[in-house]
Antibody, heavy 123, light 107 residues
Framework: EVQLVESGGGLVQPGRSLRLSCTASGFTFGDYAMSWVRQAPGKGLEWVGF??????????EYAASVKGRFTISKDDSKSIAYLQMNSLKTEDTAVYYC??????????????WGQGTLVTVSS | DIQMTQSPSSLSASVGDRLTISCRAS??????LSWLQQKPGKAPKLLIY???SLQSGVPSRFSGSGSGTDFTLTISSLQPEDFATYYC?????????FGQGTKVEIK
């Protein structure tokens, strides 16, 4: 069974940094891309970014709203994905979901979600 | 960026009703379209991928159709556990984008 468990959320002041972790199990972590999606309180879903598997270069893509401030990385040996969030703004307040993504030509999708971790940016 | 527009934003329906939700992309996304279901306080769940493929374990009353820019999610006979918010998402090109959601409520 695929399991994705996020950790590291909490209350942080504007301008500060926070790192989220996503510990994966139940699948061969290195074979998949990993993506982050967030949801502000009472709002819809917003894609944050993803990191490709090493077979596809391990490169990253980001939403414009976080590009230059957030960095996605992963440690295949530990089956952990990370979301490093710098220069946080109040509008970054959201539940952050770790997701597993398939990046196959003709068949690209997010197919598994973690339970989410809440990040609150406030002074 | 590709914009995804869902309609309606909300609807009221009864158990047993046939339901359709629409999703329109601002440009062609071929069939790179997923449908997700989210219940309050829970993570989203994948229902449909590549516009019409049913995710494993999802009941067959859910179906998807469309390609290019226009897509539809259909629930053939609404069940009590189907009252939730539904999102479409394009994975044709980053940034991947979601529709604004359709909340399905009990009439």
């Amino acid at each position: 069974e695929v399991q994705l468990v996020e950790s590291g959320g909490g209350l942080v002041q504007p301008g500060r940094s926070l790192r989220l972790s996503c510990t994966a199990s139940g699948f061969t972590f290195g074979d998949y891309a990993m993506s982050w999606v967030r949801q502000a309180p009472g709002k819809g879903l917003e894609w944050v970014g993803f990191i490709r598997s090493n077979a596809y270069g391990g490169t990253t893509e980001y939403a414009a709203s976080v590009k230059g401030r957030f960095t996605i990385s992963k440690d295949d040996s530990k089956s952990i994905a990370y979301l490093q969030m710098n220069s946080l703004k109040t509008e970054d307040t959201a539940v952050y979901y770790c997701t597993r993504a398939l990046l196959i030509v003709g068949n690209t999708r997010i197919d598994s979600w973690g339970q989410g971790t809440l990040v609150t940016v406030s002074s | 960026d590709i914009q995804m527009t869902q309609s309606p934003s909300s609807l009221s329906a009864s158990v047993g009703d046939r339901l359709t939700i629409s999703c329109r992309a601002s440009q062609s996304i071929n069939s790179y379209l997923s449908w997700l279901q989210q219940k309050p306080g829970k993570a989203p769940k994948l229902l449909i991928y590549t516009a019409s493929s049913l995710q494993s374990g999802v009941p067959s009353r859910f179906s998807g159709s469309g390609s290019g820019t226009d897509f539809t999610l259909t629930i053939s006979s609404l069940q009590p556990e189907d009252f939730a918010t539904y999102y479409c998402q394009q994975t044709y090109s980053p940034p991947w984008t979601f529709g604004q959601g359709t909340k399905v409520e009990i009439k």
